[in-house]
């Protein structure tokens, strides 16, 4: 059994999930062909830094950066490098805060210029199949019902769900129980109470499900190496309606970027 948050509880995610937000929107200003993922990550992390937040991924079980930017075939977990993005490309942005004692974590796929419309319909897709999950995060339902709306929206698309990585609960640690599947069957998994903090994070391939781990250990890449995108916001499990802490309004409703 899960213990819910308490209403202080929430509040500080909510700081922590409002400054993840508004660090995606920053980086997403800065994506562009031509510019490294390096300078996505020195980007977030001043972002971060500014509003008293530390970078929680930045040392997290030896992970060297603050955020993971994964491009094109890397589902999540890559390392910010020298890669300099390029028209057509697509990068993940995934970004944790710790502050005030409680966790942030949310993520975004950004298209790099213009992208193929396979591409395009990739995230749409898989940024829709993550308010499905929303929607099935109510009090009285199970994680695996979040796993099947998602998965069945996901696959009525053509696309798969990768089976290895999941959502999870949040609060003092960033990654608390339950864990939250992308795929599954109604009625199973964890029950759902009102007050419980999860991220939900479905990553969702063009190709096949089937993915592999680099050499160096984190990065998650596709077998098949077509793209991978990934979505993810922290929500309050309610009745009748979750409610939201992260939001990508920032990035989508700022009036100088939209995607
Ligand atoms: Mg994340
Ligand atoms: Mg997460």
Redesign the pocket.
């Known amino acids: 059994m899960v213990k819910p948050k308490t209403e202080e509880e929430i509040a500080l995610l909510r700081e922590n999930a409002i400054i993840v937000s508004k660090t995606l929107a920053e980086v997403g200003k800065a994506v562009a062909p031509g510019v490294s993922t390096l300078e996505l990550n020195r980007v977030a992390e001043t972002c971060i830094r500014d509003h008293g937040a530390i970078p929680s991924f930045l040392g997290f079980e030896g992970f060297p950066a603050a955020i993971c930017a994964s491009v094109n075939d890397v589902v999540v977990h890559g390392f910010p490098s020298d890669y300099i993005l390029k028209e057509g490309d697509i990068v993940t942005a995934?970004i944790?805060t710790l502050y005030k004692g409680y966790n942030g974590?949310?993520?975004y796929t950004f298209p790099v210029g213009e992208v193929s419309k396979e591409t395009r319909k990739l995230l749409d897709v898989t940024k829709a199949s993550l308010y499905k999950g929303i929607e099935a995060a109510v009090e009285g339902n199970r994680t695996g019902d979040i796993g099947y709306a998602v998965q069945s929206y996901v696959e009525s698309f053509g696309f798969s769900v990768v089976r290895e990585l999941e959502?999870?609960g949040?609060g003092k640690e960033?990654?608390e129980m339950p864990g939250v599947p992308n795929y599954g069957r109604r009625g199973r998994g964890a029950l759902l109470t009102d007050g419980m903090t999860i991220?939900i994070?479905p990553m969702v391939n063009a190709g096949g499900k089937s993915v592999y781990l680099d050499r160096n250990g984190w990065a998650v890449h596709t077998s098949d190496r077509k793209n991978s995108a990934h979505y993810?916001l922290?929500v309050v499990v309610r009745r009748g309606k979750a409610e939201l802490l992260s939001t990508f309004d920032f990035i989508e409703k700022d009036g100088t970027i939209r995607f």
Do not use: F, L, V
Request: net charge negative; glycine share 14%; proline share 0%.
């Open positions: 995934d944790g974590d949310s993520a959502g999870h949040i960033m990654h991220c994070e993810e922290t």
